[in-house]
Nanobody
Framework: EQLVESGGGLVQAGGSLRLSCAAS?????MGWSRQAPGKEREFVAA????????QYADSVKGRFTISRDVAKNTVDLQMNSLKPEDTAVYYC?????????????????WGQGTQVTVSS
């Protein structure tokens, strides 16, 4: 399984960005994690297919939305009301369950990461 992210960049606080991840194979759960400098990688959001069930970190609930295009085999992360503390490298993740995505040590596949920088 190969995961390729796109859509990162620099944005001012309060702005929006949309990340996209293209997968080469089919997995039940896909999602996103992030890693800020000097910090551990942390879970952001995940979606389970085919149920459409989603899970979000408390820090992004109400601001970020995960979606999946099954036909294109992509998973997107719409990020609104961005804050400087959202600055990190964002990684696409794939696994067999939501719990595996949420547990960053149990992810089966990772993308290469895309930088998101939010200026104050």
């Amino acid at each position: 399984e190969q995961l390729v992210e796109s859509g990162g960049g620099l944005v001012q606080a309060g702005g929006s960005l949309r990340l996209s991840c293209a997968a080469s194979g089919r997995t039940y759960a896909m999602g996103w994690s992030r890693q800020a400098p000097g910090k551990e990688r942390e879970f952001v959001a995940a979606m389970l297919w085919p149920s459409g069930m989603t899970q979000y970190a408390d820090s992004v609930k109400g601001r970020f939305t995960i979606s999946r295009d099954v036909a294109k085999n992509t998973v997107d992360l719409q990020m609104n009301s961005l804050k400087p503390e959202d600055t990190a490298v964002y990684y696409c993740a794939a696994a067999s369950s939501l719990d595996s995505i949420a547990n960053t040590h149990a992810v089966d596949y990772w993308g290469q990461g895309t930088q998101v920088t939010v200026s104050s």
